[in-house]
């Protein structure tokens, strides 16, 4: 049951996001994939320099910190950043970035969190589709980015200016 628990609530927090603060999920994706990108190329040295700071402390808590306050921190600099019209397409995208946390997240995570998410059902079932979601997180991404860029530019360029 735990298990269940731990991975909807992955699932859902961009969901929750989007849904209370109507933040823009494109944007939640990209920014998911700017700090996991970060995370990765930067583990050694946040690793180390944490590790010289803080002697004996967790540096995989650190690391989680610096996964997720990226996160959290556009979801509230960008909330009311769709409209309500538009929110049933967000709320699906939102779902999508969801799924994609729930495959690129868990390496920043605790052991004992990582297993019990993996061993979920809803992990297993959706494991094989792992790229499917990715993708598709991220052309829809694209798509509402492109889509919700003012149109005055659009023309602009049309005209030569």
Partial sequence: MLQLIVTFTVVLTPFLLVVFL????????????????????????????????????????????????????????FRHSVSKSKLPLHLFLALLVGGSLVFVGPQFLPVSVVKTIQTSEPYSVLQPYSSIVIAAAFLMSTVFLWLSHPKEHHEGKKRGH
């Fill in 22 to 77: 109507r933040t823009n999920a494109a944007i939640l994706f990209f920014v998911l994939c700017g700090a996991s990108t970060l995370q990765t190329y930067l583990d050694k040295d946040v690793s180390g320099f944490v590790g010289q700071l803080l002697p004996g402390k967790n540096v995989q808590l650190v690391a989680l910190a610096l996964f997720i306050l990226p996160f959290i921190v556009a979801a509230i600099a």
